[in-house]
């Protein structure tokens, strides 16, 4: 099956950040995809990237100035984490890993993927990329992912939070939400809408956020004026427990080809204090993902 028609492929030629990233920063959120021809997609997925493999993402990362990474599987590859574990372990232990599995997975396979470096699973709740799930489905697998000290992230839409909530709260392992919870931007950042997800993460000190995509938030575009506050308010909020990454190569995205120099300068607008940007960038991924 060739790429999604409305897919658009990751920028090829990226700026060169007027923001440097410490050294130790991590990017916390991006993927891997294929190649198709060694590490074949899902049958089950709604959309079908271009190839995005490891060397890439190395490239990119050496380019951009990131020291460290957590891989996230998406949902293209399915439960099928080898693309995943390949490029983690040709990482030499400097990536992590987010990975996805069912309520059967064994015990094996979840004992090979926290040696490769994997540190939790994603779940996924966006109605257009996934179909809908019991929870109990969601309860089994973290049942057995508790005695590894994993930590589930979530990916959600704004919309779906009233019926999330509580969901979240009881969770008994940490819970990462992916991209500031997927905010509409255009009703404000002090819209009880989004006032009710700071109340949930400042009430909850197991949730964390990734301050993350503000390119597929925004409604005006580059350079994502509409988002800045949003991920500002989240940094003050809990600055102990955000994360920041690029999410290349980008899937699905329609709008505009984002370039990942100007998302490494977004994180000065979000995070402007350096204390707010070592925690953001340095302290807080490696308190998550690589604790001693």
């Known amino acids: 099956m060739p790429p999604s028609p409305d897919y658009l492929p990751f920028h090829p030629n990226p700026s060169k950040p007027k923001f440097t990233l410490p050294e130790g920063t991590w990017d916390a959120h991006c993927h891997v995809f294929g190649p198709e021809a060694d590490f074949p997609f899902a049958p089950e997925r709604k959309y079908t990237p271009v190839d995005a493999g490891k060397d890439k993402l190395f490239e990119l990362h050496k380019y951009l100035g990131v020291d460290r990474s957590v891989i996230v599987q998406a949902t293209c590859h399915g439960a099928d984490n080898r693309a995943l574990v390949d490029a983690l372990l040709a990482s030499n232990g400097r990536y992590r890993g987010i990975a996805t599995v069912r309520p059967d997975v064994s015990k094996e396979h979840l004992d090979e993927l926290d040696a490769a470096g994997v540190r939790g699973v994603r779940f996924n709740f966006v109605k257009r990329l996934v179909d809908d799930t019991p929870r109990d489905h969601f309860l089994k697998i973290v049942e057995k992912i508790k005695p590894y000290g994993w930590h589930i992230v979530?990916?959600?839409?704004?919309?779906?939070?009233?019926?999330?909530?509580?969901?979240?709260?009881?969770?008994?392992?940490?819970?990462?939400?992916?991209?500031?919870?997927?905010?509409?931007?255009?009703?404000?950042?002090?819209h009880p809408d989004f006032e009710r997800f700071r109340k949930l993460v400042r009430e909850n000190d197991h949730i964390w956020v990734k301050v993350t995509c503000p390119e597929r938030l925004t409604v005006a575009g580059p350079p994502y004026d509409d988002v800045v506050a949003f991920g500002k308010a989240i940094v003050e909020d809990?600055?102990?427990?955000?994360?920041?990454?690029?999410?290349?190569?980008?899937?699905?995205?329609?709008?505009?080809?984002?370039?990942?120099?100007?998302?490494?300068?977004?994180?000065?607008?979000?995070?402007?204090?350096?204390?707010?940007?070592?925690?953001?960038l340095i302290d807080n991924p490696t308190r998550l993902y690589d604790p001693k």
């Open 238 to 280: 809990i600055p102990d427990r955000v994360i920041w990454g690029t999410d290349w190569p980008h899937p699905n995205m329609k709008s505009h080809v984002p370039d990942d120099g100007k998302l490494v300068d977004h994180i000065a607008r979000v995070a402007p204090k350096p204390e707010q940007q070592r925690a953001l």
């Open 154 to 190: 979530v990916y959600f839409e704004a919309a779906d939070l009233p019926g999330l909530e509580q969901f979240l709260i009881d969770m008994p392992v940490t819970v990462v939400i992916d991209h500031l919870g997927r905010p509409d931007v255009t009703k404000g950042v002090d």
